[in-house]
């Protein structure tokens, strides 16, 4: 069964930077797309980053610039590098996947497999 854990998260202040991990199994790690997503108290989950096999990106305009999101298939592990983090950026963030190849939309509503999360909290 397809496992996500998600690591990294903390508190820091505007400016900072924070990596987010999310090591997977239970399935085929390298053919799937894989993204991240956020979701801050009262608000919807919204999609942060996604990327498919062969390593095509799509983000958040909110997001675009200042973050960053990779795949070792070696480690079965997805990445994401935070930079230039703002108080906005304070949410849960959850690592997602699906069993197909390609990322189509950066929507919560074609990922089946999510993680706990881990919590992002930026100060100013």
């Known amino acids: 069964q397809v496992q996500l854990v998600e690591s990294g998260g903390g508190s820091v202040q505007a400016g900072g930077s924070l990596r987010l991990s999310c090591a997977a199994s239970?399935?085929?790690?390298?053919?799937?797309?894989m993204g991240w997503f956020r979701q801050a108290p009262g608000k919807e989950r919204e999609g942060v980053a996604s990327?498919?096999?062969?390593?095509?990106?799509n983000y958040a305009d909110s997001v675009k610039g200042r973050f960053a999101i990779s795949k070792d298939n070696a480690k079965n592990t997805l990445s994401l590098q935070m930079n230039s983090l703002k108080p906005e950026d304070t949410a849960m963030y959850y690592c997602?996947?699906?069993?197909?190849?390609?990322?189509?939309?950066?929507?919560?509503?074609?990922?089946?497999?999510w993680g706990q999360g881990t919590q992002v909290t930026v100060s100013s």
């Open positions: 997602a996947t699906r069993d197909y190849w390609d990322c189509p939309l950066l929507s919560r509503s074609i990922f089946p497999y």
């Open positions: 239970g399935y085929t790690y390298s053919s799937s797309c």
């Open positions: 990327i498919d096999t062969h390593g095509r990106t």
